[in-house]
């Protein structure tokens, strides 16, 4: 199996002393700077100016700068700003100031695979990928526990990149939970992949194509949207603690007769070949274009298509539900 890394296998001392800077303090940002704050380390928050976290982290007791001045002198430099925004922000502000034979890092493999950021050669390269939102990140970090994460290493001049990686991943709460090891084109390319594919294009447009056919044929909205979107969790939550075996064990023979007979009605062959061709935009690099091409086009496909998700008849019908269940948090 899979070499898993836990805190006895992780040196923080790899991290102690050295010089952090940590660019964004947003999802990720916050839970990165203030985690490896209270793990013993010298954290500086780099934001552009005007930034509207600035105020967030300082509140937060951080050193806040500018990115500029928050990269020059820097031993570390991990990249928590939007994939969008980095390969802009690179040559601007991060690669003038770049110490000699830092360390830079990064949480998705993105810019660095699809070559938009190229470091130069004494930089040494590194992620560390929390799978899970910053927010969790920085919840379970305060409760004692973790996000498991993955981590990789793109350039090791230094020899010792490895090291200081997993002692990211420690002083982030990861090796409370689990540290795996991958690499920058299976990471960026396997991440892309379940998000689009199943995660949220391939599950949201299912539970609204059910959503839609059972409103269509005259049932009630309030139904449809039970038995459509609001379940998903309970089922997923059983594949999460055992797998499809405990989550069938737990419905009716009914529904898992009706499970294995209509599951593959839907995910055909064809649907197959789909995903397939989805991955190769994903590994020729095509998708990635199409997304920056969306941003330097002032994301019209991004924010058009937000808006008439958030108009669909779904998203209100929940808003209701939600409304009379207290138990769910708002
Ligand atoms: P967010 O959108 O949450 O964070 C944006 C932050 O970056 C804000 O604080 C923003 O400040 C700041 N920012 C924007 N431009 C600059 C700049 N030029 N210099 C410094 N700071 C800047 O990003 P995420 O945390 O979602 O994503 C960060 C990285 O983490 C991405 O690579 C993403 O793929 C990866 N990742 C994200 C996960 C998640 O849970 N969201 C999970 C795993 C990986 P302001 O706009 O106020 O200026
Ligand atoms: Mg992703
Ligand atoms: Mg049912």
Redesign the pocket.
């Known amino acids: 199996g899979a070499t898993v890394y836990y805190d006895a296998d992780c040196n923080l001392d790899a991290l102690k002393g050295k010089k952090i800077t940590v660019?964004?303090?947003?999802?990720?940002?916050h839970a990165h700077a203030l985690n490896l704050k209270e793990s013993g380390m010298d954290v500086t928050v780099?934001?552009?100016d005007g930034?509207?976290?600035w105020q967030v982290a300082e509140k937060d007791g951080l050193p806040v700068k500018t990115?500029a001045e928050a990269v020059k002198g820097a031993d570390v430099v991990m990249v928590?700003?939007?994939?969008e925004?980095?390969a802009e922000?690179y040559e601007k502000?991060i690669a003038p100031n770049l110490k000699k034979g830092a360390y830079l890092g990064?949480?998705?493999g993105?810019n660095v695979h699809y070559k938009k950021i190229v470091p130069p050669a004494d930089a040494n390269v590194f992620m560390v990928?929390?799978k899970?939102?910053?927010h969790l990140v920085r919840r379970t970090f305060q409760e004692g526990s973790g996000v498991p994460s993955l981590y990789a290493v793109e350039k090791d001049p230094s020899g010792d990149t490895k090291e200081l990686a997993l002692a990211w991943a420690a002083g982030i709460g990861a090796g409370r939970a689990g540290i795996l090891g991958t690499t920058f084109r299976e990471e960026t390319e396997t991440d892309l992949f379940g998000e689009q594919a199943v995660l949220c294009g391939g599950i949201c447009e299912l539970m609204q194509a059910g959503f839609e056919t059972l409103t269509k044929a005259g049932y009630h909205p309030v139904n449809a949207y039970f038995e459509c979107v609001h379940e998903m969790k309970l089922i997923v939550d059983l594949i999460y603690e055992g797998g499809f075996h405990t989550m069938r064990s737990s419905i009716s023979n009914t529904a898992e007769y009706g499970d294995y007979a209509t599951g593959t009605k839907l995910i055909t062959a064809e649907t197959r070949k789909e995903m397939e061709q989805v991955l190769a935009d994903i590994q020729s690099g095509a998708f990635a274009d199409e997304f920056l091409a969306d941003y330097k086009d002032g994301f019209k496909k991004l924010y058009a298509r937000r808006e008439k998700a958030a108009n669909h008849e779904s998203e209100k019908v929940g808003a209701e539900l939600r409304g009379l269940m207290s138990w769910i948090k708002k």
């Open positions: 660019l964004g303090y947003g999802s990720q940002g780099g934001l552009r930034s509207k976290s990115t928590l700003i939007p994939d925004l980095q922000t502000d990064f949480a998705h993105f990928a929390p899970g939102p910053g």
